[in-house]
């Protein structure tokens, strides 16, 4: 009698499992509740990297030409902190500025947002994007791609060359003969009415073709 009342309870089991499967797979084919689909590298991935590209590199380019300050003209160098913060909030909003979504037409594109983990250092700035950007098409979800840009800039070497000058403000030596950490940066220094204005030069670094420089005020 107790194997009969076992075996019993194995066929509800299993019949219980059986019906829940097959309930899940009914939920699943509607469209209200459609999986994420997990694809190669699309069109869209491609156009949002590309974005992502240019924006790292105008990053770039403005904090060289603003002392690390992003905003309006060279001057006095902020912290290094400082500087990493300017550029964590351009990177996480400028890429959408480029987005251009309606040549996708097929899809249904949603930004939530965008969280760029950046890194300056002394070879370059990498930028990982993780993209909250869902797309739907045909009834299907899918998170676009999260995207890794680098840019072979050497801009921590570069600001820390630059803290030497500002500081030799100091002494007596001669900024053109300040002993600097790096040695590969041509420095170049224009006298104007406020302060002389400090222009480094990286002459194996270019970006759009121009090589990259980053000024600088000491006042």
């Known amino acids: 009698m107790k194997t009969k009342k076992g075996q019993l309870s194995i066929f509800l089991i299993v019949g219980f499992v059986a019906v829940m499967i097959v ?9 209200n509740f459609a999986p994420f689909k997990k694809t190669s590298t699309t069109p869209l991935d491609t156009h949002i990297k590309l974005c992502e590209e240019q924006a790292a590199e105008c990053l770039l380019y403005r904090l060289g030409a603003t002392s690390g300050k992003l905003i309006f003209t060279p001057g006095v160098l902020p912290g290094f902190g400082e500087m990493e913060g300017n550029a964590r909030r351009y990177t996480k909003n400028t890429p959408q500025e480029c987005f251009a979504f309606d040549k996708f037409p097929g899809q249904e594109i949603t930004i939530n947002g965008l969280t760029p983990n ?3 250092n002394h070879q370059n700035l990498r930028v ?5 950007i869902i797309t739907k098409e045909e ?19 570069m600001y820390d060359d630059a803290v030497q000058l500002r500081n030799a403000q100091e002494t007596d030596v001669p900024a053109t003969h300040v002993p600097l950490y790096n040695h590969v940066f041509d420095v170049q220094i224009i006298e104007e009415e406020k302060a002389p204005l400090f222009i480094l030069t990286d002459p194996e670094t270019k970006i759009r073709n121009q090589f990259y420089q980053f000024y600088f005020t000491r006042e």
């Open 118 to 120: 950046l890194q300056l």
């Open 23 to 31: 309930a899940f797979l009914l939920i699943m084919k509607e469209d």
């Open 139 to 157: 009834g299907q979800e899918r998170r676009a791609a999260d995207q890794m840009v680098k840019v072979p800039v050497r801009y921590q070497a």
């Open 128 to 132: 990982e994007f993780v993209n909250d």
